[in-house]
């Protein structure tokens, strides 16, 4: 258990950029979410998948982000057109599918920075 | 609405001393209940979890929680903290649904322990 994976730890661009954060789940986990992050607040689910099926959106998810996890392996978060308020860390967790009693486990996130 | 209110923004507490982190929940039904813990620049670890049965809750790193249902409350509790449980501590509820990982998390409490 190598734990989930994100890549890249932080990542600054300029507003109107476009941005892609990866996240590796837990091998065996067939679920994958993802959450945001802002200062001073509780992570704000997203999306998830189960194997390669987004099941889910919040309608936090705008337009401009997309999520997709082609081989139900690793997960790719996009966002276009950045904006001052994606500003926020990008949370990805996985877990067993069946099983309420397998947790969440989360990586380390995805700190984003649009100036 | 649903709601998951942590009523303490901050708690400072001297190493060694009692700890109590409130966590109340506005749910249509009695969720599944999580704590987790946020250390800076880092994701977040589960401490504990209730779904049924006993309720108080044992945890990891000493710490329990106490669902109370006439209350809709899930305190977590530790007897002596140690200067490494500062940190950002969060309540979360799931729905007893398939969709049980798409978690809503209280805003935190940044737990400050003094020497």
């Known amino acids: 258990d190598t734990g989930v994976s994100q890549d890249p730890r932080h990542k600054i661009t300029k507003r109107g950029q476009n941005v892609t954060f990866r996240c590796d789940p837990i091998?065996?986990?067939?679920?994958l979410y993802w959450y945001r992050q802002t200062l001073g607040q509780g992570p704000e689910f997203l999306t998830y998948f189960q194997n390669e099926a987004q099941l889910e959106k919040s309608r936090l998810l705008s337009d401009r982000f997309s999520a997709e996890r082609p081989k139900g392996s690793f997960s790719t978060l996009e966002i276009q057109r950045t904006e001052q308020g994606d500003s926020a860390m990008y949370l990805c967790?996985?877990?067993?599918?069946?099983?309420?009693?397998?947790?969440?486990?989360f990586g380390n996130g995805t700190r984003l920075t649009v100036t | 609405a649903q709601s998951v209110t942590q009523p303490d923004i901050h708690i400072t507490v001297s190493e060694g001393a009692s700890l109590e982190l409130r966590c109340n929940y506005s749910y249509g039904a009695t969720p599944y209940l999580f704590w987790y813990v946020q250390s800076p620049g880092q994701g977040l670890q589960l401490l504990l979890k209730?779904?049924?049965?006993?309720?108080l809750v044992q945890g990891i790193k000493g710490f329990e929680a106490e669902f109370k249902r006439s209350q809709s409350s899930f305190n977590l509790r530790k007897p002596s903290v140690h200067w490494s449980d500062a940190a950002e501590y969060f309540c979360a509820v799931g729905a007893r649904t398939d969709s049980w990982g798409k978690l809503q998390f209280g805003a935190g409490t940044q737990v400050v322990v003094t020497p």
């Open positions: 209730y779904f049924s049965g006993d309720t």
């Open positions: 091998s065996e986990h067939n679920r």
């Open positions: 967790a996985s877990s067993r599918q069946s099983s309420y009693n397998s947790p969440l486990h």
